[in-house]
Nanobody, 116 residues
Framework: QMQLVESGGGLVQPGGSLRLSCAAS????????MGWYRQAPGKERELVAT???????NYADSVKGRFTISRDNAKNTATLQMNNLKPEDTAVYYC??????????WGKGTLVTVSS
């Protein structure tokens, strides 16, 4: 059974930085995609960034140039480096893992609050 554990959320001032990490455990083989989604209060969950096992990446327009996603295939971890954070980045951030067969797994989420 796949498990995803996120870490790194917290409170940061506007313009600050945070790094989120996600560790995947379980039986992992084949091509897969790890990524981050977020959900702000009263809003739908939205894509932030994804990275395939081949390291191709995809970003939401709202975070391009500010966020960077990376992964370590040997350790089955994904990291989201978030710079120049804005109040509108405040949300619960969820790690996701989509296996080669299309099955998706989700972490429990970590809260990021951007406020002065």
């Amino acid at each position: 059974q796949m498990q995803l554990v996120e870490s790194g959320g917290g409170l940061v001032q506007p313009g600050g930085s945070l790094r989120l990490s996600c560790a995947a455990s379980g039986i992992i083989f084949g091509e897969n995609v790890m990524g981050w989604y977020r959900q702000a209060p009263g809003k739908e969950r939205e894509l932030v960034a994804t990275i395939a096992s081949g390291r191709s990446t995809n970003y939401a327009d709202s975070v391009k140039g500010r966020f960077t996603i990376s992964r370590d295939n040997a350790k089955n971890t994904a990291t989201l480096q978030m710079n120049n954070l804005k109040p509108e980045d405040t949300a619960v951030y969820y790690c996701t893992f989509r296996a080669f067969n299309g099955v998706a797994y989700w972490g429990k989420g970590t809260l990021v609050t951007v406020s002065s």
